[in-house]
Structures are given as structure tokens and as C-alpha cells.
């Protein structure tokens, strides 16, 4: 099997959140077993640079995040963590786990101003310093918001309250900052975007060239053992197979594998939810 960059794990399906941003997934809600997880490390050892625990759901609910992670460290596996951030400050445990490399945090889950998103913010911005000082795990910290109205303005909370905090010697404004975001300490960064939509088949098909890393430094794997090829299919419409069915090697080698490689290697997509992508014209140019 040829070496990725990223492999996306959902451990779990459910949230505790309703976020407008993100959608709901039409499976039924699932939480990975350890066992399965193992299964799973065993055919990316040695073949992925870093893993993801992120498509839907939140990990931080997952009862048994903090053995996953001694699962990873056992495989060599460094792990990259994507949280809303609401239950953090009960998440002390992952300073102590050496396979985590970073931790992603989605600003965006209170957009209304008042106590409940001061003790939120408050929580992350805690555990972001404590990460960064001691083990320096790196923090990401996500506005997924940036753009025109209400959801934009909850910026102008944010980002003076990260000013504040960090005192990164320069004023936060609010530009898209995505590609490689702003340092505004050690080991924390901001990044900030546009909302995208999510893919969906009763979409409008976009036309025009299509390019996309699904498949090139990616794959996803969700919590019933479904590959795909990307985060975005969050419900398995460009199902691969089933990694706890057949080697993962043989599902990442088959024909409609790999016609979406050579698909967007020639700058087509083949895949209907691909197809309906607005997250791929950001790639344009590629």
C-alpha cells in the first residue's frame, strides 16, 4: 500500500452539540470497540504519517479515547485530535499520551455571546497553554465562521479574548487565514475560513475541473469499518469496503479507487458526490 499523509478514524458517530455547521449523519449512532481500533492500526503501521480522529462525532465522548491513544503510541502512530472543545476541561488526560501530535478546536460551537461562551473559550484557551508549555502538543484553534453575517460576528468575541490571552504582538483581524494559518504563540496557531457546504447527492452538480487529495494523501475510515475517500462523506456514499472484511491494502487498490485517483490525476471527478463538492474549488489551481 502506497504511504499517506492522513488517515481519517471516526471512533464514534454521535455529538453532544447540534451545531448548525455541521450535518447530521444518516447512520445509526455507533462507538468503535477497542479490538476493532487495533485492527485498524495494525494495516496503517508504517503507512501514515499522522491520523486523524475526526469526521463526525465528537472523540472527546468516547469512553475509551485515552486507551486508543496508548494504542497508538504502541503502533507508532502520531494523532491528531479534532474536538468542539465542550467537554475539555474533564480532558486533562491527553497532556499524559505521547501519540498525540495535535489538537484541533472548532470555535465556531458558541456563536451567542455571554457566560456559557466565556467559560468555552476559557476552558480551551486553559488547556491550549498547558499543551503548549508542557508536552507541546500544537493547537489548532478553528473559525470556521469567517465570512458575512451573524456567525462572522462572533469573531469579534473570539478574537480579541485570543489577543488577551496569547498577546501575540500583533491585532487579529478577521481575514481567511486557512492555508497555514497564524502563529500567535508557541505551538498555537489560528486558522480561520470560510463555511463551506457539505457534499450531498441532491446537490447541483458543479462543472468545470475537479481536483482533490481524497485518495492521493487521504482516506477516511468510519466507525463501522467503511473506507472512503475523504472526511466529507460522512455517510459512506462512496463506500470502498469494509476494513474489518478485507485488508485494507486490497480496498485502497480497487478499481474504484482507482478511478478516482486517475480521475482527478486528469482533473475529473468521477464520483457524484464528488461531483457536488464546493470544498474542492478550493484546490483550483492544483
Not at 463526525?56 to 497508538?72: I, N, T, V, Y
Amino acid at each position: 500500500m502506497k504511504k499517506y499523509k492522513k488517515a481519517y478514524i471516526e471512533i464514534l458517530n454521535t455529538c453532544n452539540l447540534a451545531c448548525a455547521f455541521c450535518p447530521k449523519t444518516e447512520r445509526k449512532p455507533a462507538v468503535m470497540e477497542n479490538y476493532k481500533f487495533i485492527r485498524i492500526l495494525e494495516q496503517i503501521k508504517g503507512r501514515v504519517l499522522y491520523l486523524y480522529l475526526h469526521v463526525m462525532g465528537e472523540p472527546l465522548m468516547h469512553p475509551k479515547l485515552g486507551e486508543f491513544l496508548d494504542a497508538c503510541e504502541a503502533y507508532d502512530q502520531r494523532v491528531n485530535l479534532t474536538t468542539n472543545g465542550t467537554l475539555i476541561s474533564k480532558a486533562g488526560f491527553l497532556l499524559e499520551k505521547p501519540a498525540l501530535r495535535q489538537v484541533s478546536f472548532s470555535l465556531h460551537s458558541h456563536l451567542k455571546p455571554g457566560k456559557e461562551q466565556d467559560r468555552y473559550i476559557a476552558d480551551i484557551f486553559d488547556f491550549a497553554q498547558k499543551a503548549a508549555d508542557g508536552p507541546g502538543i500544537q493547537v489548532a484553534l478553528r473559525l470556521w465562521n469567517h465570512g458575512e453575517g451573524g456567525a462572522a460576528r462572533a469573531n469579534e468575541a473570539i478574537l480579541p479574548a485570543l489577543e488577551q490571552r496569547f498577546n501575540p504582538g500583533f491585532k487579529l483581524d478577521n481575514r481567511v487565514t486557512h492555508v497555514r494559518g497564524v502563529k500567535i504563540a508557541p505551538n498555537i496557531f489560528l486558522y480561520q475560513a470560510e463555511e463551506f457546504k457539505w457534499p450531498a447527492l441532491k446537490d447541483e452538480i458543479i462543472p468545470g475541473r475537479a481536483f482533490c487529495y481524497g485518495l492521493r494523501e487521504q482516506f477516511g475510515v468510519l466507525v463501522d469499518g467503511t473506507v472512503v475517500p475523504c472526511c466529507l462523506d460522512k455517510d459512506g456514499e462512496m463506500a470502498l469496503g469494509n476494513v474489518y472484511n478485507e485488508p485494507l491494502e486490497t480496498i485502497l487498490s480497487s478499481k474504484r479507487a482507482r478511478a478516482i485517483r486517475e480521475g482527478f490525476s486528469k482533473r475529473q471527478a468521477v464520483e457524484e458526490l464528488c461531483k457536488r463538492c464546493t470544498y474542492r474549488m478550493r484546490f483550483e489551481g492544483k
